[in-house]
């Protein structure tokens, strides 16, 4: 009978509200802070390919368990890959509650925001569609990782780049910008760095918020062209599909069949 007076009222019978929407924001901002951290992560170790083809091969080689084993497991990327997506997919449903439902709700909040002309305000918007984008083109990009893991590589990575860089630039404007407004704002919301001034805090914040997006837009431009020029040299030099091997190894082999 209380489920339904609240389900009814919105206050249960002693009064109180539910404390259920504030535990879910609390649940949307850690899983935020996690996937928005994971992706600094990411962008460091999928632009070890700036270094070499040897050292992304050997970060591919590392997740793949090559300190434990001596066959790579891509299977050890594919359990990394299934725990961010369901990170992933919790924090879009969680993310689903703030979007507008309806025209309506989406002329009131427009009408509102050039009203306010207020930059936060705006900065909400933009999250609002690049999660909404993300929906798709990072799920569609996590499957991929999970079930294709032993293809990463310079040379794998790069063949795939050659017919997906317009979607992995679409991606990485869209994380680039989602999640660095989203660490800003649960920055604001939380009160992390709140010094005595919150006026001043919330300016710096921003200065440092776009430094931040502007360097990993410019980390992840350069990587991608890293890769889409490795993925056009194996169309020229006829070896697509195949398997990087490192220096190390080539010399072995060649060292072999000098003493043979
Ligand atoms: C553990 C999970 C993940 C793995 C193993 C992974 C792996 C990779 C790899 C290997 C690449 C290079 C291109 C390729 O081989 O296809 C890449 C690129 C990229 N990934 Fe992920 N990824 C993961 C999660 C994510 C997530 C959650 C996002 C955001 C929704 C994301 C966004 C991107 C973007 C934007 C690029 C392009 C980077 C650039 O332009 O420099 N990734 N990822």
Same mark, same amino acid.
């Given at each position: 009978m209380s489920e339904l007076i609240e389900g009814f009222? %919105? +206050?249960?019978?002693?009064g109180r509200k539910s404390r259920l929407p504030a535990k879910l924001d609390y649940l949307q901002s850690a899983t935020g802070l996690f996937l928005g951290l994971f992706m600094w992560g990411h962008m460091f170790f999928v632009s070890s390919i700036l270094i070499s083809k040897d050292f992304m091969y050997a970060v591919a080689r590392f997740f793949e368990g090559s300190f434990i084993f001596e066959e790579p497991k891509p299977g050890l990327v594919s359990i990394v890959v299934a725990v961010v997506f369901l990170i992933f997919i919790v924090h879009a449903a969680l993310g689903m509650? +703030?979007?507008?439902?309806?025209f309506r709700q989406w002329q009131v909040y427009r009408t509102h925001m050039k009203m306010m002309s207020h930059e936060d305000t705006t900065l909400w918007f933009i999250q609002a569609i690049t999660g909404f984008a993300m929906f798709f083109m990072g799920s569609a990009h996590l499957f991929l990782m999970l079930t294709?893991?032993?293809?990463?590589g310079p040379f794998g990575s790069g063949d795939r780049m050659v017919f997906m860089w317009p979607f992995y630039l679409l991606l990485l404007l869209a994380v680039e910008f989602h999640g660095g407004i989203g660490l800003y704002r649960l920055s604001v919301k939380w009160g992390w760095?709140? %010094?005595?001034n919150a006026k001043q805090t919330r300016a710096t914040l921003k200065k440092v918020k776009w430094a931040i997006t502007v360097f990993f837009l410019a980390l992840g431009t350069l990587t991608l062209v890293a890769y889409l020029k490795i993925g056009l040299e194996n169309i020229d030099q006829n070896r697509v599909g195949q398997k990087y091997a490192p220096t190390t190894q080539i010399h072995e082999i060649y060292q072999a069949k000098v003493r043979a």
């Open positions: 009222l %919105g +206050k249960s019978i002693e509650r +703030k979007l507008p439902a309806n294709q893991p032993s293809t990463i760095f709140e %010094g005595e």
